[in-house]
């Protein structure tokens, strides 16, 4: 995995030492991607830089790589990692290419020589890349399907600019950090989630998921590659399980490879441990040694641990059992409350936005402990997504909410917000749009009920509207410490076929995730398979609670707080008045009342550090 920029411009000279050294530092304030090498490449109207994280082929890999073909220079830098390189490189082979080292990087640069856009349809793996054609003149980028990677981009009246993270834009002279009234809807109604091709920054988009962008002399065209497609799943249940178990196995097994010390990620929940059963296996059958596992938890959390809906249990058993069962060099990395708070800045530098506060630290935290040993890592991010693991997709309430399900506590919101700032935003009507937005792209199956028509909705916003959440956290807390983290549950075979698995049929025998645990029969012991889920462990300390309320506390007595021009004092001193956390869904499953203080000071903060301007709004 890696950090990549560009810098396209007609009317620049990129040659000069002063546009090199601006686009050299886009790279540098991304060098936690890729901290193993540093490279560079200009000509007259582009500009390319690579930040490295060698996980396969160390000699051969080397970017930004150019490729020499017909007379023509190629020229691409690559954040990423293909899982067929294999097939591609005997396909290309047999088409009379011929390849320097083993690296999957010179198999997509040459994959796009051969095919040009219609490359990407091939490709199975995670990915954000940009190419230029020198011939052409014309810059090439393109997105996975899923939208594991990260790619965001600004274009000017005669450039374009990329980077991989937001931060490596705003490292660019011609970028400021400014927000309007879509950003700051963004921020206080949507938050931590965002918008899909949304930067938040004005003048910053995402390249969404599924789509690539060419740019030219002409201008700049963006095309969608992919897409979800409903039709009627003829498989009957036995082959249904089959495939998906075919589909699922084959993820986890080519996401094996690495040049590189890997291990996985193990909560003993369903998903991590069938991951960690296939791995165990697959390097015992390799010769490889145990698989290497990490688990994570907080100091003394089983004292103030307090089952409830969203989680049942504690890991601590699961992991212990699977660990046997697996039989895999085991890590339990156990995180001092004290670290949450201290490590809110780390995670907002991370994701450059204000994020899930202690979720994301405790990620962050977990991972750098886990990048001591290891470069890569694997995890079961995504399946309630796929599969209908989470308990909106089993809530009448959810199904009848005609809004996100995360998001169903709009008053909450609403009255964050001071009045002023309300009448000027009008964050009701943004959320309804942005709904209303989603729901229109969502694939329908002509012939279908309304229930299975609602449930093919709900499933839509979970994978378009909140799994990237999740996805970008992964992404920028995993690469802020340098550590690669694959997610096989992504892999778009899987995701393409379980989206036209009808609900009834997901939902086997009335279990979540019904069918996959079906599909998981013999790999896993049959206590961890049928579990009930658990989401990602956080803290139960009433410390953390006291501390997060004293933190913004002292912002809402601190008279130049930036944070004092959004909010309604007065009615978060009423929340800050209670003396222990309660119920407040504010954000999915995860985020209560302590996240919700966290998100406002991470939201000050970042207004401070980034030196935020809010435009065209009073």
Not at 19 to 42: I, Y
Not at 59 to 77: D, F, L, R, S
Not at 140 to 147: E, L, P, S, T
Not at 397 to 407: D, G, H, M, V
Request: aromatic share 12%; charged share 30%; with cysteine.
């Amino acid at each position: 995995m890696c950090g990549i920029g560009g810098w396209l411009d007609w009317r620049e000279d990129l040659q000069r030492v002063a546009n090199k050294r601006g686009l050299e530092r886009m790279g540098e304030v991304q060098s936690h991607r890729g901290p193993d090498a540093t490279g560079s490449w200009f000509d007259e109207n582009m500009g390319l830089v690579h930040k490295r994280l060698i996980v396969i082929d160390p000699e051969g890999g080397a970017q930004p790589m150019v490729k020499e073909v017909g007379g023509n220079k190629y020229i691409m830098v690559y954040n990423g990692e293909l899982y067929n390189t294999e097939d591609l490189r005997r396909e290309l082979k047999r088409l009379g290419h011929t390849f320097r080292g083993y690296s999957d990087t010179e198999v997509l640069l040459t994959s796009y020589i051969q095919w040009g856009k219609g490359a990407v349809k091939r490709l199975n793996g995670i990915y954000a890349f940009g190419i230029w054609d020198c011939r052409k003149k014309q810059l090439y980028m393109a997105r996975d399907r899923i939208g594991v990677k990260p790619l965001f981009y600004k274009e000017g009246k005669s450039s374009l600019i990329f980077a991989s993270e937001l931060k490596g834009l705003l490292a660019h002279p011609k970028v400021k950090a400014r927000v309007d009234r879509e950003g700051l809807n963004e921020l206080l109604i949507m938050g931590p989630g965002r918008t899909p091709g949304c930067g938040v920054f004005s003048g910053i988009k995402e390249l969404k998921p599924g789509y690539s962008l060419t740019c030219n002399s002409g201008g700049v065209e963006i095309e969608k590659y992919w897409e979800l497609k409903s039709q009627k799943h003829r498989d009957s249940l036995e082959d249904t399980v089959e495939r998906v178990r075919e589909l699922f196995v084959d993820a986890v097994t080519r996401q094996l490879v690495s040049d590189t010390p890997l291990c996985t990620l193990l909560s003993g929940g369903l998903d991590s441990s069938a991951i960690t059963a296939i791995a165990s296996n697959y390097f015992r059958e390799e010769g490889r040694g145990k698989l290497h596992t990490y688990s994570v938890d907080y100091r003394d959390n089983s004292k103030h641990f307090e089952a409830d809906t969203f989680q049942p249990s504690s890991d601590n058993q699961w992991i212990e059992l699977m660990v046997n069962y697996s039989d895999t060099d085991h890590s339990s990395i156990i995180l001092e409350n004290k670290f949450l708070l201290e490590g809110l800045r780390e995670a907002l530098l991370a994701r450059d936005l204000p994020g899930m506060v202690d979720i994301d630290v405790s990620l962050y935290l977990f991972c750098q402990e886990i990048k001591e040993n290891f470069t890569v890592g694997i995890s079961g991010e995504c399946a309630d997504e796929i599969f209908g693991g989470y308990p909106w997709y089993h809530q009448e309430e959810a199904l009848r909410a005609n809004t996100f399900p995360w998001s169903r506590t709009i008053e909450q919101r609403l009255n964050l917000i001071n009045s002023d700032l309300l009448a000027k935003i009008k964050p009701e009507e943004y959320l309804d749009f942005r709904y209303k937005e989603a729901l229109a792209e969502v694939p329908r199956l002509e012939g279908g009920g309304d229930k299975d028509g609602r449930m093919r909705e709900l499933f839509y916003l979970n994978l378009t509207r909140w799994m990237p959440t999740l996805l970008d956290r992964k992404d920028r807390m995993s690469m802020f410490t340098g550590l690669e983290v694959r997610v096989p549950f992504c892999d778009h075979r899987l995701v393409e076929y379980a989206w036209n698995i009808p609900w009834e049929m997901k939902n086997f025998k009335g279990r979540r995730k019904g069918i996959l645990r079906e599909a998981l029969k013999g790999l896993l012991p049959e206590e961890v398979r049928l579990r009930p889920k658990n989401p990602y462990p956080k803290t139960f300390d009433p410390a953390y609670f006291r501390a997060t309320k004293d933190l913004l506390l002292a912002l809402l007595n601190d008279n130049n707080s930036p944070l004092l021009e959004f909010v309604d004092v007065d009615y978060l001193y009423q929340l800050t008045g209670v003396d222990k956390d309660f119920d407040i869904p504010w954000y999915g499953q995860l985020m209560r009342l302590p996240q919700l203080f966290a998100y406002l000071v991470q939201l000050n903060n970042w207004i401070e550090e980034y030196n935020v301007q809010i435009s065209g709004v009073y």
